[in-house]
């Protein structure tokens, strides 16, 4: 068997303060790509003219800024190789990334999407503690569920795998583009796979050094507070259950009537009264039913809902 291609594909706005690292871990890798693409969305800043300065890369520009998903979405249609690796313009490769994770797909022809743990550093490429998949929920029992293909449950609760530490073959690439409005690329890849029960690899060795700073687009370490502060609004739950009706075309028949209690679930959310004792018995009642539990995050979810209007 010939050995598996790499495209990566970088999607940059606005990112001239740490482009030049990343791109330097491109360069270095033990396994080189067969190229790198690199999407740019309408940068004002630098960005563009630091692209272009390297040969090596395939440099497109937006005319307009589509934002990161259909920038995405743009770029992967671009790749050409027969592994399509995604890439954020703000943090750095670890030099084996590329052949540790090709590796695995050859020696897995089954596999259409391996993920990989992260580790963290600050805006100075300082390390920080801990890493990014294993707090998040990823732990080593869940991680073998994955890739036995009983990734939706979790996947129907969150995401928790940010996109920079993802490779699929270009063959599922069909599959997940164009990536639907008001979902991110990373969550719909993911939640395409989880929905048909393909195995989703994840390698337990950090890959990628995840940068933290305030600048970035998705992504970051929030404390539970900061994400109760966001508590979302009625007309983003009714927004964020219309995107699980794209889902639902895609998915095995089995695994529909999870999907479709996801969306059902958000909906009832999306419906509670704005007074607050009817509002506390909806939630009650959503509690009692068990699916903040099986579709959110239990208890928190609920008193965000409590606390939001």
């Not at 330097?24 to 003219?49: M, N």
């Not at 937006?62 to 890439?87: C, E, Q, W």
């Not at 979790?154 to 270009?170: D, Q």
């Not at 509690?287 to 809902?305: C, N």
Request: glycine share 4%; proline share 6%.
């Amino acid at each position: 068997m010939l050995p598996l291609t790499a495209s990566v594909v970088l999607c940059t706005y606005q990112g001239e303060r740490f482009l030049a690292e990343q791109l330097a871990s491109f360069h270095a890798q033990t396994r080189a790509p067969s190229e790198i693409v690199a999407q740019d969305d309408a940068s004002t800043d630098s960005t563009a003219a630091l692209l272009l300065a390297d040969p090596k890369l395939s440099v497109h520009q937006n005319p307009s800024r589509l934002g990161y998903a259909a920038n995405f979405s743009r770029a992967i249609a671009r790749a050409s190789g027969d592994v399509i690796f995604l890439a954020d313009q703000d943090d750095i490769w670890e030099n084996e990334k590329l052949e540790v994770i090709l590796r695995t797909f050859e020696q897995n022809p089954e596999l259409q999407v391996v993920c990989s743990e992260a580790s963290r550093i600050d805006r100075e490429s300082r390390p920080l503690p801990g890493f990014v998949l294993g707090p998040n929920g990823l732990c080593a029992e869940e991680r073998r569920r994955w890739a036995a293909g009983n990734a939706l449950p979790f996947l129907l609760r969150r995401n928790a795998v940010p996109g920079m530490t993802m490779a699929f073959r270009a063959g599922f690439r069909d599959q997940i583009l164009p990536v639907p409005p008001l979902w991110e690329h990373d969550y719909w890849i993911l939640a395409v796979a989880a929905a048909k029960n393909l195995g989703i690899f994840v390698e337990e060795t950090p890959l990628v050094r995840y940068r933290q700073h305030a600048a970035q687009e998705l992504g970051g370490s929030r404390s539970f507070l900061a994400r109760l502060s966001q508590s979302s609004t009625l007309e983003q739950r009714a927004r964020e259950a219309a995107r699980w009706s794209h889902l639902l075309p895609l998915a095995l028949p089995s695994n529909r009537p999870l999907i479709e209690g996801k969306r059902a679930h958000l909906q009832r959310r999306a419906a509670f009264p704005r007074h607050p004792f009817p509002r506390a018995l909806a939630i009650a009642a959503e509690l009692w039913r068990g699916d903040y539990t099986l579709f959110d995050a239990g208890l928190s979810s609920a008193v965000k809902d409590l606390l939001s209007s």
